[in-house]
């Protein structure tokens, strides 16, 4: 075998170990095992944050703490439409009370224009459209009238929440978890400090003014409603302490009207023994 042959013998070899180790360069490694996914981080569990307590508590004092008070609530609450989507209808309430024990709820519109009175003996159902008026003994409270208003006649305002003696004390009876959510400056016209919470059923996002402690907007969301309707209030022209006018829990026009029964305008089963709804926000029976 001579020089030239062995040389080309070699060359040869050196092409085909350059190709084998080309070809093995090219072919994709072998897929290594892959890594699990992290697992997802637990959610928080939701509590009572002190900083919502907080909020909720000083708003329930100012309240509790007036002996007069006076506020306008326009009420908005989503009602199914035959589309789909729902509508929102609302209602104008003017409010004005004395504690323990009178009430006037003036509520011009939209809707069947009512009013209703309590002095502490009597409350008082009048429609003025119709002139229709009825009255019945009442508790000897507002806590109490609010409850029995709403158990024999179905009289609910949504906005019973700030009227009671104790708001918060209310609201813990069933609350459940209540956070912190930031600051708006857009609703009310102030400040205000945005809470969340939820209790008997129902969620809730409050305003409350940042600096005077007294609600702007309630907006309510109850879990059993398979629609998952809004409703929402929103409150202006407060005035606390303020002296009232002699005669401001009475009417003499509801006086010279028309009795009817003081009874809830249709009676269903169990309607006796209902309760108030525990959250603001639901829409206004009918008085």
Not at 140 to 161: G, K, Q, V
Not at 213 to 226: F, G, I, Q, S
Not at 242 to 249: M, P, R
Not at 252 to 265: D, H, M, V
Request: overall charge positive; hydrophobic content about 45%; glycine content about 6%.
């Amino acid at each position: 075998m001579n020089r030239n042959h062995l040389f080309r013998r070699a060359l040869l070899l050196s092409v085909a170990l350059l190709a084998a180790t080309s070809a093995g360069a090219q072919q994709p490694a072998p897929p290594a095992s892959a890594p699990s996914p992290p697992a997802a981080p637990a959610e928080p569990a939701l509590t009572l944050e002190p900083r919502a307590i907080e909020v909720l508590k000083a708003s329930s004092a100012r309240l509790a703490a007036a002996r007069t008070m006076s506020f306008s609530a326009v009420v908005s609450y989503e009602s199914p439409s035959r589309p789909g989507p729902p509508l929102v209808y609302t209602t104008l309430s003017e409010v004005t009370l004395q504690r323990p024990d009178k009430l006037r709820v003036i509520t011009p519109g939209d809707g069947p224009a009512s009013e209703f009175y309590y002095d502490g003996k009597r409350m008082v159902a009048f429609m003025p459209a119709e002139n229709l008026v009825a009255v019945a003994p009442a508790p000897p409270t507002i806590d109490a009238t609010l409850e029995a208003a709403f158990r024999t006649a179905a009289i609910y305002f949504p906005f019973s929440d700030v009227m009671v003696a104790d708001p918060y004390g209310d609201i813990a009876k069933g609350l459940e978890f209540a956070f912190y959510i930031g600051r708006s400056r857009v609703v009310g016209g102030t400040t205000t400090d945005m809470v969340a919470y939820a209790g008997e059923g129902v969620f809730v996002q409050a305003w409350i003014g940042a600096d005077d402690k007294l609600p702007r907007r309630a907006r309510a969301v109850y879990r059993r409603d398979p629609l998952q309707l809004r409703h929402q209030v929103d409150f202006s022209n407060w005035k606390l302490g303020q002296a009232l006018a002699a005669g401001s829990f009475a009417s003499a026009r509801a006086a010279r009207g028309k009795p009817i029964p003081f009874a809830s305008p249709d009676p269903g089963p169990g309607a006796s023994s209902a309760t108030p709804p525990p959250a603001p926000g639901a829409p206004q029976k009918t008085q």
